[in-house]
């Protein structure tokens, strides 16, 4: 794998674990927010939003996804 490859893998694990860990703190169990944070179709506001709304975290997954 060349240097950029592993640069541009190594940026993408960043964000996603940060988008994990901001799913965790809003109320997502921590195996639901990593299926969420590795998807980049799934907004990160919105997923917050619907948990603070109090959408619960089973019903906001089968919405996200």
Known sequence: ???AEVNVRSELDQV???RA???IRAGYPAEA???LAARHDVD???AVELLAN???A???LQILL
């Open 44 to 46: 990160l506001h919105h």
């Open 16 to 18: 996603e674990h940060w």
């Open 33 to 35: 927010a990593a299926e």
């Open 21 to 23: 860990q901001e799913l």
């Open 1 to 3: 794998m060349a240097t």
């Open 58 to 60: 089973e019903l906001a």
């Open 54 to 56: 109090g959408c619960p």
